[in-house]
């Protein structure tokens, strides 16, 4: 008994185990495929809470004695994706930075504990955790396995979510270069392989297409077996097995650029830099720089001085090219955003140009369907400055990198360097002769018109 209450929680709960094939377990074809509908579009939770008498409260420990919204705050943090320092990143991997020091974990085995903790936390991993899409270079891939990651090509860990833990996802990350953002159409692409506009329209979920992209359709109806059972028709007796097929609205969206992501990332830095080859991002145009564009040829630069006398900035674009830019994507494929973080990386020596990217990001603005719009919140931008490694890969002989980009003093309130490896795990690597970079983060809510 123990072990199969043990054997079903890890199949509802967990990244998914292989199941075996119905050769091996005795099922037929059938009666597999009943199981595998029945695993997919229910928790072991629906079953459990039919059965509220095998549920024992436990009134007796400590624990219960804390209201529902004290042990809400206990699951949110408990469930959170944590750093597994016990197989630490090398400090010269790419993909290694705050944050991502060491392969991300979730601690399941809360869940594992009895039915009465099972029954509150079961959502709890998809609901606290963003689901990662990498549309980057592959130096930025971390090694398989984080959960809740996958590729822009390639499902990775999300293949093997049930739909309706795929459903309770509310909160999205993209790792994206900026050749992707701007000339691959990225933020409509994740937005398809998440799902935003069937989430949005409160459909059931129902996986992934043979393209990738997530599938939602209507909901089912009555005379459908959606619990996958075998004996009568489906007559909605049990809503709850519905209502975890429903997809979740993305409600919070973060768009992270790395330090090699920018196009004119390789490009030295100094104060004789041409404007072209600076870092430069606009959501409302895919060309960042041309020699038509007045001021300093940065269509950035446009932006900002004309939304700084109260205007949105006319970049002459046709009807085809407007909705290609990735501003209009946020606006036109995800409709739900209430929080949109955007997150810049570079190197410390290239800090003044991000601090002028931030300072004209402050200025955009993201339309919204029904009067609303994703501005600026109004707070300063978060800044983190952290220490790697000597030397990378993507360097390629470029001397600038370690001549340039070394460790620094700055005299502002975010001088302090961000510690994210334990003590004494880079013994081997000279403090003096490391790299320093930066990440900003600059946060836009929801608002009325």
């Given at each position: 008994?123990?072990?199969?209450?043990?054997?079903?929680?890890?199949?509802?709960?967990?990244?998914?185990?292989?199941?075996?094939?119905?050769?091996?377990?005795?099922?037929?074809?059938?009666?597999?495929?009943?199981?595998?509908?029945?695993?997919?579009?229910?928790?072991?939770?629906?079953?459990?809470?039919?059965?509220?008498?095998?549920?024992?409260?436990?009134?007796?420990?400590?624990?219960?004695?804390?209201?529902?919204?004290?042990?809400?705050?206990?699951?949110?943090?408990?469930?959170?994706?944590?750093?597994?320092?016990?197989?630490?990143?090398?400090?010269?991997?790419?993909?290694?930075?705050?944050?991502?020091?060491?392969?991300?974990?979730?601690?399941?085995?809360?869940?594992?504990?009895?039915?009465?903790?099972?029954?509150?936390?079961?959502?709890?991993?998809?609901?606290?955790?963003?689901?990662?899409?990498?549309?980057?270079?592959?130096?930025?891939?971390?090694?398989?396995?984080?959960?809740?990651?996958?590729?822009?090509?390639?499902?990775?860990?999300?293949?093997?979510?049930?739909?309706?833990?795929?459903?309770?996802?509310?909160?999205?990350?993209?790792?994206?270069?900026?050749?992707?953002?701007?000339?691959?159409?990225?933020?409509?692409?994740?937005?398809?392989?998440?799902?935003?506009?069937?989430?949005?329209?409160?459909?059931?979920?129902?996986?992934?297409?043979?393209?990738?992209?997530?599938?939602?359709?209507?909901?089912?109806?009555?005379?459908?077996?959606?619990?996958?059972?075998?004996?009568?028709?489906?007559?909605?007796?049990?809503?709850?097995?519905?209502?975890?097929?429903?997809?979740r609205k993305i409600t919070h969206l973060t768009l992270r650029m790395s330090r090699t992501d920018w196009w004119t990332y390789e490009i030295r830095?100094?104060?004789?830099?041409?404007?072209?080859?600076?870092?430069?991002?606009?959501?409302?145009?895919?060309?960042?720089?041309?020699?038509?564009?007045?001021?300093?040829?940065?269509?950035?630069?446009?932006?900002?001085?004309?939304?700084?006398?109260?205007?949105?900035?006319?970049?002459?674009?046709?009807?085809?090219?407007?909705?290609?830019?990735?501003?209009?994507?946020?606006?036109?494929?995800?409709?739900?955003?209430?929080?949109?973080?955007?997150?810049?990386?570079?190197?410390?020596?290239?800090?003044?140009?991000?601090?002028?990217?931030?300072?004209?990001?402050?200025?955009?603005?993201?339309?919204?369907k029904n009067g609303y719009h994703l501005e600026w919140n109004g707070k300063d931008a978060e800044v983190a400055r952290w220490r790697g490694a000597?030397?990378?890969?993507?360097?390629?002989?470029?001397?600038?990198?370690?001549?340039?980009?070394?460790?620094?003093?700055?005299?502002?309130?975010?001088?302090?360097?961000?510690?994210?490896?334990?003590?004494?795990?880079?013994?081997?690597?000279?403090?003096?002769?490391?790299?320093?970079?930066?990440?900003?983060?600059l946060t836009f809510e929801r608002r009325k018109d």
């Amino acid at each position: 008994m123990v072990r199969d209450m043990f054997n079903r929680l890890m199949q509802s709960c967990r990244l998914p185990i292989r199941k075996k094939a119905p050769r091996e377990t005795g099922l037929d074809d059938s009666q597999a495929s009943r199981l595998r509908k029945k695993i997919q579009n229910a928790p072991l939770a629906v079953e459990i809470l039919d059965r509220h008498d095998s549920i024992n409260p436990q009134l007796q420990s400590f624990f219960a004695k804390f209201p529902r919204e004290v042990r809400e705050l206990i699951w949110d943090f408990a469930l959170t994706f944590y750093e597994d320092l016990d197989h630490i990143y090398d400090v010269g991997e790419t993909y290694a930075r705050p944050g991502r020091a060491a392969p991300l974990r979730v601690a399941v085995g809360l869940l594992l504990t009895c039915k009465a903790v099972y029954v509150e936390t079961y959502l709890k991993p998809f609901q606290v955790n963003p689901i990662t899409c990498f549309d980057t270079s592959n130096s930025e891939l971390p090694p398989l396995g984080d959960p809740l990651t996958r590729t822009a090509r390639a499902l990775g860990t999300w293949g093997k979510l049930k739909y309706w833990q795929f459903a309770a996802i509310s909160s999205v990350e993209i790792m994206v270069a900026q050749f992707n953002l701007e000339g691959v159409g990225a933020v409509e692409r994740v937005s398809r392989l998440i799902g935003t506009s069937g989430r949005h329209r409160g459909l059931y979920s129902r996986g992934w297409n043979i393209a990738g992209f997530a599938t939602f359709v209507e909901p089912t109806k009555p005379d459908h077996d959606v619990s996958g059972s075998s004996e009568t028709p489906n007559t909605y007796t049990s809503p709850s097995k519905h209502n975890h097929l429903i997809g979740r609205k993305i409600t919070h969206l973060t768009l992270r650029m790395s330090r090699t992501d920018w196009w004119t990332y390789e490009i030295r830095p100094g104060e004789c830099v041409e404007p072209k080859d600076k870092l430069r991002l606009e959501p409302m145009i895919n060309m960042t720089f041309s020699p038509r564009i007045q001021t300093d040829g940065l269509s950035m630069t446009h932006g900002y001085e004309t939304r700084k006398e109260g205007r949105e900035p006319d970049f002459g674009l046709d009807g085809f090219e407007k909705p290609g830019c990735w501003g209009a994507q946020i606006s036109e494929y995800w409709p739900d955003l209430e929080t949109l973080n955007l997150v810049l990386e570079t190197f410390a020596c290239k800090k003044d140009q991000l601090d002028y990217v931030i300072k004209c990001a402050k200025l955009w603005k993201f339309a919204q369907k029904n009067g609303y719009h994703l501005e600026w919140n109004g707070k300063d931008a978060e800044v983190a400055r952290w220490r790697g490694a000597s030397s990378y890969e993507y360097e390629m002989g470029e001397t600038w990198f370690t001549q340039s980009n070394t460790a620094r003093i700055f005299k502002t309130p975010e001088s302090k360097i961000t510690k994210w490896r334990p003590a004494g795990i880079d013994h081997d690597v000279d403090p003096d002769h490391v790299q320093e970079f930066v990440i900003q983060t600059l946060t836009f809510e929801r608002r009325k018109d």
